[in-house]
């Protein structure tokens, strides 16, 4: 299906198909969820006011989610020169109320708090690729797209990040008990 | 020979491809240390995947983005004047041209021809309603021969014009003793001040001669 993304009722579309993808990667880059939707926000108004053409909609799809990590990049970049991210990150409110089941979404918030605050540690280039693939839902093909990478590439990346991860959320358990 | 991360990872995300996924598989099933492996990296991917954000909290956002967008964006009409494309063809380009130069000439003809008749800078007109009965007429020369300031008289001057108005002037210096005026008109000051002033050097001595009258 070919996209015309200044056209309001293709915009629709593509607007109710991808705002969750993107909202998820960037909110999983920056880990704030006003300035992810402020980042989707922004990218949807590029996307609207440019008024480009895409031979089909994973074209679209692959634009929108490069804009919203470039900016979502952008973002932790100008952050991380102004002050220590990290230290906020664990501050940060998880999305609902964590506590509302009990014991069990304790240890579940815990948990998810504990995986945030290790991507949040991974250096660009893995937490990228770990954030399209966990959060995006991009397959290896599609990632090497949105990036620009060989697939193989992307293998290699997918690959330290879990190992880099495994390290950080080991540290981060033992931190823990 | 076990199997290392990479091909796991790639397992583990679907991305593996024939024969090496079979092979893997046929693998996983006879080595433990390697299943154990595969689960833990797929745990590993499983933890990362339910740290997600909400659906509730993409849902909210999703709403709150698409009415900033409608109210600025969709709703507007497509087009602003700085997107819009502008196109003309030949026969348009000069039609408009020739219009142009019309209304440039036609317009400094009008202008030309009007400030050709004199050289009084057009100014707007105000109208309004003039009473015959108000209006003064008062010329700058008027008073211009006769109007003097008060230090062209002399002082002697303006006391005859004073006493001419019936003015009772009376003039004193500072620390002197008071002098009195005769009309100015009788005498000139030099001929009164002599026969005026009371020589007040000269008393007036009394005769005392009393005893002579007993």
């Known amino acids: ?38 980042i989707c926000q922004d990218a949807f108004i590029r996307f609207y006011d440019k008024n480009m053409y895409f031979p089909s909609s994973d074209d679209a799809k692959f634009w929108l989610i490069r804009v919203t990590k470039n900016l979502a990049i952008n973002y932790v970049k100008r952050k991380a020169r102004e002050a220590a991210s990290i ?18 979404e304790l240890l579940l918030h815990e948990s998810r708090q504990a995986v945030r605050k290790a991507v949040a540690e991974l250096p660009e280039i893995f937490r990228t690729v770990i954030v399209l ?26 690959h330290r990040a879990r190992k880099e991860l495994e390290v950080l959320l080991g540290r981060e358990d033992v931190d823990v008990s | 020979m076990c199997l290392d991360d990479q091909i796991l990872n790639t397992y583990v995300d679907g991305e593996l491809e024939e024969p090496w996924k079979s092979q893997v598989e046929e693998h996983l099933s006879y080595c433990n ?20 954000l909400s659906q509730s ?15 600025n964006y969709l709703n507007k009409k497509k087009g602003l004047f700085r997107n819009r494309i502008f196109k003309f063809t030949f026969p348009q380009m000069a039609i408009g041209t020739a ?26 007109e105000i109208g309004y309603t003039v009473d015959i009965n108000n ?30 108005r019936g003015y ?7 620390s002197i003793q008071p002098v009195t005026f005769e009309p100015v008109v009788e005498t000139t000051t030099t001929d009164v001040e002599p026969a005026e002033v009371v020589d007040p050097v000269e008393p007036v001595v009394e005769p005392v001669v009393e005893p002579v009258v007993e």
């Open chain 2, 168 to 174: 009772d002037v009376d003039i004193r210096l500072k």
């Open chain 2, 33 to 52: 240390s390697c299943r154990k492996r595969c689960e833990s990296l797929k745990e590993l991917s499983e933890r990362v995947k339910d740290a997600a």
């Open chain 1, 133 to 158: 693939r966990e959060y995006g839902d991009l397959d290896y093909k599609q990632i090497a797209k949105v990036l620009n990478i060989s697939e193989s590439n992307v293998k290699v990346r997918v």
């Open chain 2, 135 to 164: 209006i003064t007429p008062v010329r700058a020369s008027d008073n211009a021969t006769t109007a003097k300031s008060l230090e062209s008289y002399s002082l002697d001057e303006i006391l005859k014009n004073l006493d001419a």
């Open chain 1, 87 to 104: 230290e906020k990150i664990k501050k940060a409110p998880v999305s609902g109320n964590p506590f509302s089941d009990g014991a069990s």
């Open chain 1, 1 to 38: 299906m070919e996209i015309r993304s200044g056209d309001e009722k293709t915009f629709r579309h593509v607007y109710d198909e991808n705002f969750s993808v993107m909202m998820k990667i960037a909110y999983h880059i920056t880990y704030n969820t006003d300035v992810a939707e402020d």
């Open chain 2, 99 to 124: 219009a142009a130069f019309v209304i440039v000439f036609v317009g400094s003809f009008a202008l030309g021809s009007r400030s050709g008749k004199s050289d009084i800078i057009p100014v707007p």
């Open chain 2, 57 to 71: 909290e993409i849902d909210t956002r999703k709403d709150r983005v698409m009415s900033v967008l409608e109210k």
